[in-house]
């Protein structure tokens, strides 16, 4: 079995997977902050933490995922800048801020769950821990902080080796971050900020500091060491995350144990530090500003199927950047139709799908259900998945057992089968059907279209070819496509 390898970027490189408590592996991700629908690209960040969890898992160790619920205390701004993202959302809508979260929540949950993203150990909502959070500010702060009107704050030279996950302490880093009135170091940060005077908030706690709610670096630590204890095994979050929120998360952890500087990867609360890359578009329609962004359901309603979207996220390593086009979300459907027929045709074969054993399959469960001829295809997907998590070379081993002829039918769709449960595609719970695109616009009932097509077969067996081209004419003029001869069997599409 080989080596679990991941890239930290604490210290920018490759290292070997050994977990804090053995046999176990602990993992935090930076959860959504639900003001808005995420975009896609938020999710593509959930899709990483998925896999790694899922090759965790193949790997034996038993997984505990926490992912939080940001509810509470995000600007903006990263940086101290902006309004509260919560609260100026719920002034938009003219609601409370707890519907504003109930609903965004449940949306993000939507997508988790249309995206075959596990369930982690620990959903963890940030306002359920405001008096964790004061109790570990109260710790903090005689060392570390320091009080200004707007706030208390934390001294960023009060810890060794501020910034060095960010690498990017410069003049100019310093430079984006706008200043607050009175801040020691450019890049000090709010753990509690205050009402102003006169103002009355919807989400307010009291504290040693005057009434306000917390800085939102503060609920990232809390929550990652209630739960999990430092240090743990991995944090994850975006690429962005890498700049401020985690820097910073990392000079809180580090205060609270009382921890020296960050060659012992160790001191800043977990041993791991990962990030996705970002997805991007070109037109802009990635930002929730603007009106039709990107999200998971503009992507079903436009009748494409949620998993084509996690199998375009696996074609991509998680580090580098991945453009999203439309073009890109048709092939990665096609390829998806072409892995399902193949399933297909191997469930014909065996009286049942292959059990999932509990807690999902291991690599030794997985080479005992492949047998002989394909163990070396399980070898090389081991080898792929531990570099790293190499989902693009993954996903090629996986055709190539697809592709495979001469080989027992429960060996090869038990080969699939702990495949795709590292993959999170659910092969066998799709089917051809499932994959065709249908735009919701469209208002032809499929079985419609299947009886035009019947006539159409009909007509073209009487070698009546006028009434076969006046029946293609009508469908094309509803918008469905009849493809004659088509290589993946489907005989129209919207
Ligand atoms: P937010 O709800 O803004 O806190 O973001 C949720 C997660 O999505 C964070 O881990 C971000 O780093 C990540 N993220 C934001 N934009 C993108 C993007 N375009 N591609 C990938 N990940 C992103
Ligand atoms: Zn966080």
Not at 92 to 116: F, G
Not at 381 to 399: G, K, M, W
């Amino acid at each position: 079995m080989t080596d679990l390898k991941l890239f930290n970027s604490l210290t920018r490189r490759i290292e070997h997977f050994e977990p804090v408590h053995p046999g176990e592996a602990r993992v935090y991700t930076c959860g959504p902050t639900v003001y808005n629908y995420p975009h896609i690209g938020n999710m593509r960040a959930y899709v990483f933490a998925d896999v790694l969890g899922r090759v965790l898992t193949w790997k034996g160790f038993k997984l505990t995922h926490v992912i939080n619920i940001t509810d509470v205390g995000h600007l903006t701004d990263d940086a101290d800048a902006g309004e509260d993202k919560m609260e100026k959302m719920a002034a938009e809508r003219a609601q409370s801020i707890w519907d504003v979260a109930r609903h965004y929540t449940e949306a993000y949950w939507a997508d988790v769950k249309a995206l075959n993203i596990r369930q982690p150990a620990h959903w963890s909502v940030a306002t359920d821990y405001i008096e964790d959070m004061l109790d570990f500010a109260k710790s903090i702060a005689p060392q570390h902080c320091y009080e200004l009107e707007s706030g208390l704050y934390f001294d960023v030279s009060t810890v060794e080796d501020y910034g060095r996950l960010a690498r990017a302490v410069t003049e100019e880093g310093e430079g984006r971050i706008e200043s607050v009135e009175g801040k020691r170091n450019a890049a000090d940060f709010a753990i509690w900020r205050k009402t102003p005077a006169g103002e009355k908030r919807q989400m307010e706690w009291d504290s040693p500091w005057g009434r306000g709610a917390p800085g939102w670096h503060l609920e990232c630590s809390v929550m990652g060491e209630k739960l999990l204890g430092f240090p743990f095994d991995i944090h994850t979050g975006g690429i962005d995350h890498r700049e401020i929120h985690h820097p910073n998360e990392i000079a809180q952890n580090q205060a609270f144990c009382g921890c020296g500087g960050l060659s012992e990867a160790t001191n800043s609360g977990a041993r791991f530090w990962m990030h996705n890359n970002f997805l991007v578009e070109r037109s802009g329609k990635m930002s929730k500003s603007s009106g039709e962004f990107l999200r998971l359901q503009l992507l079903i309603d436009k009748g494409y199927h949620p998993l084509a979207y996690r199998l375009m996220c696996l074609q991509a390593h998680y580090r580098s950047e991945l453009e999203f086009s439309w073009e890109g979300l048709q092939a990665a459907t096609t390829r998806l139709k072409r892995m399902v027929m193949a399933v297909e045709a191997v469930r014909a074969k065996i009286e049942h799908v292959p059990a999932t054993p509990r807690g999902g399959w291991t690599q030794p469960e997985a080479r005992a259900a492949a047998g002989g001829t394909l163990l070396h295809l399980i070898g090389k997907f081991d080898d792929a998945i531990a570099d790293d998590l190499a989902t693009p070379e993954a996903l090629t081993l996986l055709d190539e057992v697809l592709g495979v002829k001469k080989v027992d039918a429960d060996n090869k769709a038990g080969a699939i089968a702990a495949m795709d449960s590292v993959l999170g595609l659910g092969l066998f719970d799709l089917t051809r059907a499932d994959l065709r695109i249908r735009p919701k616009a469209a208002t032809i009932t499929e079985e419609a279209i299947e009886a035009v097509i019947a006539r159409r077969k009909e007509a073209r067996a009487a070698k009546d070819f006028a009434t076969s081209d006046a029946l293609r004419d009508e469908l094309a003029a509803q918008g469905v496509e009849v493809m004659d001869g088509d290589p993946l069997g489907w005989e129209w599409k919207l």
